[in-house]
């Protein structure tokens, strides 16, 4: 059985004492489940996927539609809050008519 859950809006902005308490919550939440720590540096590959949708004339929502991805996905990835499976990068590449190369490099 699925439980409805309504979304409840305050009418009046927080007094001082209960925006502290709030933040108090949250930090005691942040320290018990801490944001999953991000590489350092960047990542060409994911890099070049979201130059390509920024520089694209379609809009990233008309992208993902035609790539069959949510356009939430892809919302979080240009903003880099969320990274995409290798086959959903094919898909909005092929939509956007690029190829995605890994490049060789030397360390010489």
Do not use: W
């Not at 108090?24 to 060409?44: D, L």
């Not at 992208?63 to 939430?72: D, G, H, M, T, Y």
């Not at 979080?76 to 956007?96: K, M, N, P, Q, Y």
């Amino acid at each position: 059985m699925s439980q409805k859950i309504e979304r409840n809006f305050r009418e009046r902005p927080l007094t001082a004492d209960e925006a502290a308490r709030d933040e108090r919550i949250r930090n005691a939440v942040q320290a018990e489940f801490p944001p999953a720590i991000k590489t350092s540096g960047s990542n060409p590959l994911s890099d070049a996927l979201r130059n390509a949708i920024r520089q694209s004339i379609q809009s990233a929502d008309e992208i993902a539609v035609k790539a069959n991805v949510s356009p939430l996905v892809v919302s979080r990835f240009l903003s880099g809050e969320r990274d995409i499976h290798l086959e959903t990068a094919d898909r909005l590449a092929g939509v956007l008519g690029v190829k995605l190369t890994a490049g060789t490099g030397s360390n010489a």
